[in-house]
């Protein structure tokens, strides 16, 4: 299982490597910090989580290749956890039929002011503006007509497809918004931070939705994390059981398979209390923590929710998620305020991703349990 090899890792200067020495896998003895045998899950963790790191990295001949197969062992596990989980629908939730009403509503809602900012979009004049790429190529555009993904689609549709999220002028932007002015472009994928944020954020709205359509409580914040992200919610009914987990995964496959667009508008502070006046803890976000105007709300599918965003283009670019653990937390962490439920998930932009992301778990869970067993 082991690389018998050297990785050298020439600086140390990011401060998420301080996780990696936590972790035990690298000495902190930094610039020539190296692990005289690292297992391929361990590589495949630093190549995951810290993709620029390995353009600093040089492997040295592996002598034994290692085959990435499950061992027998893992592989009675992995067939006795999905007989398991076959087995286990009994008693479990399923999704609201019909679903809240408080869905319907916010639609109707949007799809009034998307009318109206669709006719203020095709009103606007159509003006030529330059957009300056990185490396200092300039593309010719069309003010609020031309968007990220137009651009990068004319340069190739590999690159179209292999883009995240944009950055306009130092500010992450969504692909299919519209640009509004001369600008620099970026156009960022998966082995950027900022991108995979991005990715792990809009995951979780799916998650939001799915948790909706099957619970059908009040949704509060839906962060990424280090490693994924989760989405709080308000649903005093009931607990929620990791047997449910299966279920949400399910309703979130369907909702990747319908590749639902992530679509966006900004809307003043009265029109969105009236669209959450279910909402008793996004009420509060408006009057507490929105100070402008105006602010952002963005829909995929039916899930309606109040975000600054950027997301990715639609949901069909998260092609693999599992839901990970659920805990009870409270509204914004205090011990007084409400208590809400904790759901949390990792997902990635390939299934081999999170194929590689669960066996370093295993690796992982593996290692503690040895660390446990000579204390
Ligand atoms: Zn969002």
Known sequence: MHFPTLIYINTFTNPHWASMVDYGLITPDLGQALSPSVTYSELMMIKLFYPWRTKLMHCK????????????????????????????????????????????????????????????????????????????????????????YDVAKGISQGLADSTIIARVNNELWDLDRPLEGDCKLELLRWDNTDAQAVFWHSSAHMLGEAMERVYGGCLCYGPPIEEGFYY?????????????????????????????????????????????????????????????????VYRCGPLIDLCRGPHVRHTGKVKALKVTKNSATYWEGKADAESLQRIYGVSFPEPKQLKEWEMIQEEAAKRDHRKIGRV
Not at 140 to 145: D, L, M, V, Y
Not at 254 to 275: G, S
């Open 61 to 148: 001949e592996v002598s034994t290749p290692f085959q990435p197969t499950l061992s027998p062992l893992s592989k009675t596990k992995a067939m006795k956890e999905k007989k398991k989980k076959a087995e286990d629908t009994s008693g479990t939730v399923s999704e609201l039929n019909p679903w809240p009403e408080f869905i319907q509503k916010r639609i109707n809602l949007w799809d009034k002011y998307k009318t109206q900012y669709q006719e203020q979009l095709a009103a606007k004049p159509e003006l030529s503006i330059v957009v300056t790429l990185p490396d200092g190529k300039t593309v010719e555009a069309k003010a609020w007509r031309t968007t990220p």
């Open 232 to 296: 709080d919610m308000y649903y005093p009914e009931k607990g929620i059981s990791s047997t449910d987990f299966h279920v949400l995964e399910g309703l979130v496959k369907k909702i990747a398979k319908e590749k639902q667009p992530f679509e966006r508008l900004e809307l003043t502070k009265e029109q969105l209390l009236e669209m959450f006046d279910y909402n008793p803890f996004k009420v509060r976000i408006l009057n507490e923590k929105v100070n402008t105007p105006t602010t952002t």
